[in-house]
């Protein structure tokens, strides 16, 4: 199992976590249900879940593209959430971000790019990739912090 930290979640994060599930559902590639919240003093200003870029074909429409194993059609809920606060202007500078799985290292570096403090999540990502991607996490200045279910 992957875990770079574990923690037993607040009552705060075990609903910012709810609503990341809830986002899941939305997403429109059943390869995954993710889903992504950003949170700043208890508060979210954003969330996104997996999907095709607004306005062109999804995978439930016309179905995968597969490269390496990985729908590339998607855009991932980390992606999708940063791309949110992108838009519609609120800073993502020490935020905390809820996800119902461990980001990929595309997400990682723009997560730590855009000066999210924390990410919360409750799932692994494609554990079989850990060894290399490990080390990259490592570098990295958010920290990444699995949340225990109750």
Request: glycine letters at 6%.
């Amino acid at each position: 199992m992957i875990v770079l930290e574990e923690i037993t979640p607040t009552k705060w994060q075990l609903r910012f976590i709810k609503l990341a599930k809830h986002w899941s559902q939305y997403m429109t590639c059943d390869r995954a249900k993710v889903g992504a919240v950003i949170v700043r003093e208890k508060r979210v200003i954003a969330s996104g879940y997996g999907g095709a870029p607004s306005g062109s074909v999804t995978c439930d429409e016309v179905g995968h593209a597969l490269r390496n194993n990985h729908c590339v059609r998607t855009v991932h809920a980390e992606m999708n959430a940063i791309a949110q606060a992108a838009r519609y202007g609120p800073s993502t500078d020490g935020c905390d971000m809820y996800c119902t799985v461990l980001p990929c290292w595309n997400c990682a570096k723009m997560i730590a790019a855009v000066g999210i403090a924390n990410v919360y999540y409750i799932e692994e990502y494609h554990p079989e990739e850990w060894d290399f991607y490990k080390p990259l996490y490592d570098g990295l200045t958010t920290r990444f912090v699995r949340l225990r279910e109750p």
